[in-house]
């Protein structure tokens, strides 16, 4: 498969604990995205990377969110301290230009 | 006022009906348009992208944009069953992709 990959697919956690997801772009795409989506809503710009540095972070995005693709390969992005209102599907998309993106499948977390 | 704004339905429609589903946007700046297809607990799928005013045909499907208004449309013909999903359109300012709420449409066979 040479899709977008995510992992995990669906993360359960308490209240207070830290999460990571992991975002694996489209061969050779050098644009990553994250994005937040709750139900009934679109997707919600979080932050953009270009090859490994980050250009762009929603104003959204509190201190706990914290972002990094290192090698300009694959992203993680990070969630500490969760609360229940971090619960959402969190997306990841990749490109080799700016007029279009490819989505990965999503994590869902749901925190308790 | 929302960047993007999106009737989120939901809509129902006898198969083979012509779907006609919109977005109105507030910045006459945005250039670049898409639609997404996103299927329940799957992530958006890419349907259609245009930058300029008129329509743009693929298949079964129609993307139009009318700048001096700030509407887009995307127009569904021959609609199946499987087409039911949610519909979003999204426009790029700079970095940033911004999505309608999308609408849920729904193919009754």
């Known amino acids: 498969d040479t899709g977008v990959s995510q992992d995990p697919r669906h993360k359960i956690t308490k209240r207070g604990q830290n999460v990571t997801f992991r975002c694996d772009p489209i061969?050779?795409?050098?644009?990553l995205y994250w994005y937040r989506q709750t139900l009934g809503q679109g997707p919600e710009f979080l932050t953009y990377?270009?090859?490994?540095?980050?250009?762009?972070k929603s104003r959204l995005l509190s201190d706990r969110f914290s972002a990094e693709r290192p090698k300009g390969s694959f992203s993680t992005l990070e969630i500490q301290r969760t609360e229940q209102g971090d619960s959402a599907m969190y997306l990841c998309a990749s490109s080799l230009t700016e007029d279009t993106q490819y989505f990965g499948p999503g994590t869902r977390l749901t925190v308790l | 006022q929302k960047e993007v704004e999106q009737d989120p339905g939901p809509l129902s429609v006898p198969e083979g009906a012509i779907v006609s589903l919109n977005c109105t946007y507030s910045n006459s700046a945005f250039q670049y348009f898409m639609w997404y297809r996103q299927y329940s607990r799957k992530g958006p799928e890419l349907l259609m992208y245009t930058y300029s005013s008129g329509n743009k045909e693929d298949g079964r499907f129609t993307a139009q944009v009318d700048k001096s208004s700030k509407y887009i449309s995307l127009f569904i013909r021959d609609s199946q069953p499987s087409d039911s999903a949610t519909y979003l359109c999204?426009?790029?300012?700079?970095?940033?992709?911004?999505f309608g709420t999308g609408t849920r449409l729904k193919v009754l066979a």
């Open positions: 061969s050779e795409h050098n644009r």
């Open positions: 990377f270009q090859n490994e540095a980050q250009l762009e």
């Open positions: 999204a426009i790029r300012r700079t970095y940033k992709y911004i």
